[in-house]
């Protein structure tokens, strides 16, 4: 599985990219690989304000659904529309991918994430 270095990372397998107040979120390779071939992105709206943990987006392949969490709590203010038109995007690269761009409302929680080398450790022990 690919990690990408200058990503925080979730235990669900979610991935968040910081530039200042702004962040990108994504799935993690380890999640597109074990849902499979991702058929359908469901994603929220512009300005819709998401807490930390809940439920953001549903992502559906040929064996699996699932609901993808956010890592940080954030305003929406950008949704990748690439994906609903074409959600093999995710399987072909989930780190160049990403799914939301938020505005972050509570950097603290980004501490809570793992950095590229603890979440390999996490990974090795999910195997």
């Keep these: 599985m690919k990690v ?3 990503l925080l990372y979730t ?3 979610e991935w968040v990219k910081v530039e200042g ?3 990108l979120i994504g799935i993690a390779d380890y999640a597109q690989h074990h849902l499979g071939d991702i058929v ?3 994603l929220p709206e512009i300005d819709d304000e998401i807490a930390k943990e809940d439920s953001f987006s549903a992502v559906e ?3 699996a659904a699932a609901d993808i969490y956010m890592p940080v709590s954030g305003k929406v203010i950008e949704v990748n529309e690439e994906l609903i038109d074409d959600p093999a995007l995710l399987n072909a690269d989930p780190y160049e991918n990403w ?3 938020i505005e972050i409302t509570s950097k603290e929680e980004l501490e809570e994430l793992m950095t590229s080398e603890e979440y390999e450790k996490f990974l ?3 195997e």
Excluded: Q
């Design 124 to 126: 090795a022990e999910e």
């Design 61 to 63: 392949s040929v064996k």
């Design 4 to 6: 990408a270095k200058d």
């Design 21 to 23: 107040e702004v962040a």
């Design 40 to 42: 359908y992105v469901e």
């Design 11 to 13: 235990n669900d397998h």
């Design 99 to 101: 799914m939301i761009k």
